[in-house]
């Protein structure tokens, strides 16, 4: 069938993601070999021990592999709470997260479910996009996951960008959108918690398209649960703007699904991804932690 569309539903392939596949498979390591995952983003990594010191020139493959791929994963990582933090302290200053729990080690955050802890990460997002400089990346390991169920799913926000029609780049060019914590990590504060942490974290406005200033790509920067309204738009139509925005980054085809075994490590770019955790394996137990890597202001 031929790509058309119709009413809204786009039918056959997204072509413009068969050029990054060509990319992608161009890519050559000499340090690690990589398996690309889905054909825009997301590959495994083998023959890296990230519990040891990682040497300047297979940090600077690293680095590669994380923008150039969105997502790397890794299997059979048994990492302490501290070389997971010195592995990400490699990218990066790390971020001290004010609303979600801490693990054992400073900056660790732990996602720790269970029958009365339900995961609720399961809505398209780009980490602590409400902070004036948001996240480069996270490093998220798992501890302790259920037999089935519990994925995650990574989308690649330059995609989406580069495949919205050329009317639609030019509507959002010069547009900014407003991220906020307060319909998220604000739900379970007291309206004085709520206006303390306000004052520390007033909304942040950031440009609707941003570059990624490491490979200087186009990506999509609003999401579904931090992203609040376009600034200077009528409300009505800055739903409606961003209804069809966040259609896009839950196309089939810009998406890579990572099923989790223990000990396995995903380390994304949140400039040029957004992603969810299904939550599929209540009320089994999932226990996941994460280091957030500070950003540049998009
Ligand atoms: C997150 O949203 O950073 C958590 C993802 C996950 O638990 O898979």
């Not at 490093?139 to 519990?150: D, H």
């Amino acid at each position: 069938m031929a790509t058309q569309r119709s009413n809204s539903i786009h039918y056959g392939p997204r072509r413009h993601i068969a050029i990054q596949r060509e990319r992608l498979d161009a890519l050559h390591f000499e340090h690690f070999e990589t398996t690309l995952l889905s054909p825009c983003l997301g590959a495994e990594i083998r023959g890296v021990n990230l519990s040891q010191t990682l040497s300047p020139s297979l940090l600077q493959e690293l680095r590669t592999a994380l923008v150039e791929f969105k997502v790397i994963f890794f299997r059979d990582q048994a990492i302490s709470g501290e070389e997971h933090a010195a592995l990400a302290r490699n990218f990066g200053e790390l971020e001290e997260h004010p609303f979600l729990p801490s693990g054992d080690t400073p900056n660790v955050i732990r996602f720790a479910k269970d029958e009365t802890v339900v995961g609720v990460e399961n809505n398209w997002h780009s980490d602590v996009s409400w902070r004036q400089e948001p996240s480069l990346g996270s490093v998220l390991r798992a501890r302790e996951v259920p037999a089935v169920g519990g994925d995650t799913l990574w989308a690649d926000v330059e995609a989406v960008y580069e495949g919205l029609s050329d009317k639609r780049k030019a509507q959002i060019e010069d547009l900014n959108a407003v991220h906020d914590f307060v319909s998220t990590f604000g739900l379970g504060l007291s309206d004085e918690e709520r206006e303390q942490k306000r004052k520390e974290f007033p909304p942040a406005i950031h440009p609707i398209v941003r570059t990624n200033p490491e490979t200087k790509r186009r990506c999509l920067y609003v999401n579904r649960i931090f992203t609040s309204h376009i600034e200077g738009m009528d409300s009505t139509e800055s739903a409606e703007l961003l209804e069809s925005l966040y259609r896009e980054v839950e196309v089939a085809e810009y998406q890579v699904r990572f099923k989790w075994e223990a000990d396995s490590l995903a380390f994304w770019d949140n400039r040029s991804t957004q992603h969810l955790a299904i939550s599929d394996y209540w009320p089994q137990k999932r226990v996941m932690e994460r280091l957030t890597i500070i950003g540049d202001r998009p």
